[in-house]
């Protein structure tokens, strides 16, 4: 556990939060700032800064969390959909250093939009050729 992180203080019970679920080695809470309410956020006790550095098998067990809450929120809240979404580094979103999930219920009226703007390749050799590199370190 990292002592400056804000989850791993959760964790610890430093912070209180309002606890969906957890087991041995989840946390889940509702989120303080929610995009709609029931907004909840899935964590590992164990301090990981991002996706890439989670072991594998933490984050298979911490996906069927995610399920578990996501179909709590659906049966208890009759949310009409889930996003799910995980944000790694600044760049993306990411705010606190802890590798976590958001698990967001969504409603045919709840009005939130995502501001999607779909951008394109110049070229189908540019699309492949990053395909390629990408692909070349999935090793």
Sequence with gaps: ?????????????DIPCAKVYEDENFLA??????????????IPREHYASLPETPAPLLADMMSVVQRIAGAQMNALKADGINIVQNNGRAAGQLVDHIH????????TDGHKWNWAAKSYDSP?????????????CS
């Design 29 to 42: 809470f509702l989120d303080i700032g929610p995009i709609i309410k029931g907004h909840t956020l899935v």
């Design 125 to 137: 050799a540019e699309m492949q050729s990053m395909a390629d590199q990408i692909s070349a370190r």
């Design 1 to 13: 556990m990292s002592t400056d992180c804000l989850f791993c203080k959760i964790v610890r019970g």
């Design 101 to 108: 999930f958001h698990i967001i219920p969504r409603f045919t």
